[in-house]
Nanobody
Framework: VQLQASGGGLVQAGGSLKLSCAAS????????MGWFRQAPGKEREFVAT????????WYADSVKGRFTISRDNAKNTVYLQMNGLKPEDTAVYYC????????????????WGQGTLVTVSS
């Protein structure tokens, strides 16, 4: 599966952005999807994950209550709605796919998109 992330940009603290990740391939609905992010000088970290059906979601503590992951299997797309953005959310955001169950572990994901930059100004 190939992934294409979009929707990043510059936003003021407290603002919102919605990221999208479009997937190619007919097996999208069988993949768990994840969002990760990497800030300058830091390792890539888990943000959120969603099961193939959308019925199971997990979030990093740092974004819980502010970010929402969702998916539309008919459109082969996963979303990340980000509200209440903070300067510390500034990072390149990556979507990822893995067959089977959700995971918070970066190395569990064999398929990655190219990343989209989110910059939050204070």
């Amino acid at each position: 599966v190939q992934l294409q992330a979009s929707g990043g940009g510059l936003v003021q603290a407290g603002g919102s952005l919605k990221l999208s990740c479009a997937a190619s391939g007919r097996t999208f609905s069988s993949y768990a999807m994840g969002w990760f992010r990497q800030a300058p000088g830091k390792e890539r970290e888990f943000v959120a994950t969603i099961s193939w059906s959308g019925g199971v979601t997990w979030y990093a503590d740092s974004v819980k209550g502010r970010f929402t992951i969702s998916r539309d299997n008919a459109k082969n797309t996963v979303y990340l709605q980000m509200n209440g953005l903070k300067p510390e959310d500034t990072a390149v955001y990556y979507c990822a796919a893995r067959p089977g169950a959700t995971s918070k572990v970066r190395n569990d994901y064999p398929h990655w998109g190219q990343g989209t930059l989110v910059t939050v100004s204070s």
